[in-house]
């Protein structure tokens, strides 16, 4: 394909990760395996890219985060702070990897270095969902206590507890952060930021198990059931459904690419992987299925990565660090971990033994 290199990752029950390149055929697009990995020892929960720096990071039931850099497709190690298992993780304009677990923890990482800056706490349960607003001086947390948490990440303490009547599956903010939505089962609401104030209350016809917001006003969704279900959050209705032959939606996940135009990916637990153009005006939407591809694993998350065609070229010059202005984070205190760094050949033969549950302290890095 000319241009920029695209790759869709998903994470499986089957303990896999599995990676598919998008090469262009006609008007189509063909999706042709390009790596996979089994270094989980547990159900693939949640996969993340960071397109700033070439990262995918994995989480699941073993309580490993696994990292690779998706240039040289080589494994960089594992991150072991978590005694749960992972349910979510955040990249935030690669310089920064959130994730949070069932032990009730958030914790915040510095990529390249991989040291953990800090440890937030104060769930009584396990952690749904994490959300980064995009200036990254904010972050809230959904928990099974019914609590969301609202994180100030530039002095690195906790800002407020909003107590909530239900469980919240997710969280999730929009592009500029004006507004965010939490997913209760089968029903979405939608906040103003500025007021916390409640907008718009949104009942799908089934449990939601993935949203995003595709612009500030578009949100998308799917759950239980073949269709993804585009809803304006301005005219307050639903203005488009795509319908997919499976049964279940497990991820989606959205990028836009250098020209342009809208992508829209997802991995149904039937082990499809769905790759749409998403065609958006002030009246109409349009979507054209670009590729479809069985993967025979039941899938379970989504990951899209696009890489420009002139990365190498800026890859050479000298990277800016992101402004602490706007991701400011407290330095290591108690509560942070020491790096530990490890061999591969001592990670392989440790990989898969089941060993006494102990506390984990360590962010163990293959080199």
């Not at 990028?255 to 039937?270: E, T, Y």
Request: hydrophobic content about 35%; proline content about 2%.
């Amino acid at each position: 394909m000319e241009g920029p290199i695209i790759e869709i990752i998903v994470g499986t029950y089957e303990e896999l990760i599995l990676a598919y390149r998008a090469t262009a055929v006609g008007d189509n697009w063909q999706l042709e395996e390009s790596f996979t990995d089994h270094s989980h020892s547990g159900c693939v929960r949640n996969v993340a890219t960071s397109n700033n720096r070439n990262f995918l990071a994995s989480g699941g039931t073993d309580e490993n985060v696994w990292l690779f850099n998706l240039n040289s497709r080589k494994m960089i190690g594992s991150l072991v702070q978590h005694e749960g298992s992972l349910t979510h993780l955040q990249f935030h304009q690669g310089s920064h990897l959130f994730t949070c677990s069932e032990d009730g923890t958030m914790c915040l990482f510095q990529t390249v270095t991989w040291e953990c800056l800090r440890v937030f706490r104060g769930h009584k349960a396990g952690i749904n969902c994490l959300a980064v607003h995009p200036s990254g001086k904010l972050a809230f947390t959904v928990s099974k206590d019914k609590t969301m948490k609202a994180w100030n990440l530039i002095k690195g303490v906790r800002a407020y507890t909003t107590n909530l009547k239900r469980v919240a599956d997710l969280v999730v903010w929009s592009l500029t952060g004006d507004t965010y939505c939490l997913v209760f089962n089968h029903k979405l609401e939608i906040y103003l930021t500025k007021t916390t104030g409640l907008i718009q209350i949104v009942e799908a016809p089934g449990r939601i198990n993935s949203m995003l917001y595709m612009t500030n006003s578009l949100i998308v969704y799917g759950g239980e059931g073949s269709d993804i279900i585009f809803y304006d959050i301005e005219k307050e209705a639903e203005v488009y459904t795509l319908t997919t032959n499976s049964s279940r939606i497990r991820g989606l996940s959205h990028k836009v690419l250098p020209s342009g135009d809208n992508i829209l990916a997802n991995a149904c637990s039937d082990g499809y992987v769905r790759v749409w153009k998403v065609i958006i005006d002030d009246n109409n939407i349009v979507t054209k299925l670009l590729a479809e591809h069985n993967s025979s694993f039941r899938l379970t998350c989504i990951a899209v990565y696009v890489k420009s065609s002139d990365s190498k070229s800026k890859e050479s010059k000298p990277r800016k660090e992101v402004s602490t202005k706007e991701t400011e984070v407290p330095s290591q205190d108690e509560e942070t971990t020491k790096r530990k760094v490890i061999s591969l050949e001592d990670k392989e033969v440790g990989k898969h033994k089941k060993t006494k549950k102990k506390k984990k302290t360590a962010i163990e890095v293959i080199q």
